[in-house]
């Protein structure tokens, strides 16, 4: 069974950084693509990055764009998500999620994720 245990999260001033942490237990974590979503009061979930199993490939939701960057360490069994320059409207729920080692491909939907983990809570003040 995989486990996803995100950390990192807090208040942050707008215009601040913080750096999320997923730990994923088990010896498969270089054979899932990994993938960071969102989800703020009242809205749903969102994509927020996502990395290939090597981390030869990112995608980002154009939100976050020069302002986030997602990487992983495959000795470590940890995907981050660094958040700089922060606004308000990032905050929300932040989710760390893998797909099944069977899948290759990086994507952007939620529904093509099957490990999730807990959650860790990004609230930025204006």
């Known amino acids: 069974q995989v486990q996803l245990v995100e950390s990192g999260g807090g208040l942050v001033q707008a215009g601040g950084s913080l750096r999320l942490s997923c730990a994923v237990s088990g010896r498969t974590f270089s054979s899932h693509v990994m993938g960071w979503f969102r989800q703020a009061p009242g809205k749903e979930r969102e994509f927020v990055a996502t990395?290939?199993?090597?981390?030869?490939?990112?995608y980002y939701t154009d939100s976050v764009k020069g302002r986030f960057t997602i990487s992983r360490d495959n000795a470590k069994n940890t995907v981050y998500l660094q958040m700089n320059s922060l606004k308000p409207e990032d905050t929300a729920v932040y989710y760390c999620?893998?797909?099944?080692?069977?899948?290759?491909?990086?994507?952007?939907?939620?529904?093509?994720?099957?490990?999730w983990g807990q959650g860790t809570q990004v609230t930025v003040s204006s």
């Open positions: 990395i290939s199993r090597t981390g030869s490939r990112v």
């Open positions: 999620a893998a797909r099944p080692p069977s899948r290759a491909t990086v994507t952007t939907s939620a529904q093509e994720y099957d490990y």
